[in-house]
């Protein structure tokens, strides 16, 4: 040990030098503390809010968007055939609703409308998605 520096275990009980160490690991330890809690202060929040949901206390999780569906011109499979990839990719995001595709029958063009005869028709189809939940929170009428 170097001259003139004593560790804290071999100083007597209620010497001046064991308080300080004593106030220096409570300072220390406060600040490692405090800014562990502002790391994890960010993540808290929503780890509650999943933890709550996993338990089905809580709402589900917010609906993500839900954009119209107008086609690119395409063969004639109809409506729900030219949604499905689309309504794949809402459920994958959305698990927790069921989501349904709507066609709107106003919004369906063809390409060969003027032809005498339809040999190579092209289909533009379009609908709207709807989602519902598939559960319920049990504490949802506290706004949870």
Request: neutral net charge; glycine residues 12%; hydrophobic residues 35%.
């Amino acid at each position: 040990m170097a001259a003139g520096f004593e560790p804290p275990s071999r100083l007597p009980g209620g010497s001046p030098g064991r308080k300080l160490y004593a106030w220096l690991f409570v300072a220390v330890s406060c600040v490692v503390l405090v800014a562990t809690g502002v790391g994890q202060g960010r993540t808290l929040p929503r780890d509650l809010q999943d933890l709550c949901r996993q338990f089905r206390l809580c709402s589900p999780p917010p609906l993500g968007e839900l954009p119209d569906m107008q086609s690119g011109f395409g063969p004639g499979h109809g409506a729900e055939a030219a949604a499905q990839p689309y309504l794949e990719t809402y459920r994958a995001a959305n698990p927790d609703y069921d989501i349904r595709f709507v066609a709107d029958n106003g919004r369906e063009k063809n390409s060969c409308d003027d032809s005498v005869f339809k040999v190579d028709c092209r289909y533009s189809y379009g609908g709207t998605f709807t989602a519902t939940p598939k559960w319920q929170g049990k504490l949802a009428w506290l706004g949870l």
